[in-house]
């Protein structure tokens, strides 16, 4: 079953540490917000998608630990 609701994103970085983003429903937005840096922000579409774009390119985190 796919996890179409998942409410954080997660991605190791070359040094092996683990940064996440956290996605939380807010009406109609999503808020995200990174437990790394304190970086947050509203996203009414493909919050992943954002959460994944801050993890590469604030953190180079892009290596997916769910992945098989
Ligand atoms: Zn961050």
Do not use: I, Y
Request: net charge positive; with cysteine.
């Amino acid at each position: 079953m796919p996890q179409t609701n998942r409410s954080k994103v997660s991605r190791w970085d070359q040094h092996g540490r683990l940064h996440t983003v956290h996605v939380r429903r807010s009406g109609v937005q999503r808020t995200l917000s990174c437990d790394t840096c304190g970086w947050h922000r509203g996203a009414q579409f493909l919050p992943w998608l954002k959460a994944e774009e801050h993890l590469a390119e604030a953190h180079q985190a892009t290596v997916d630990p769910t992945a098989a």
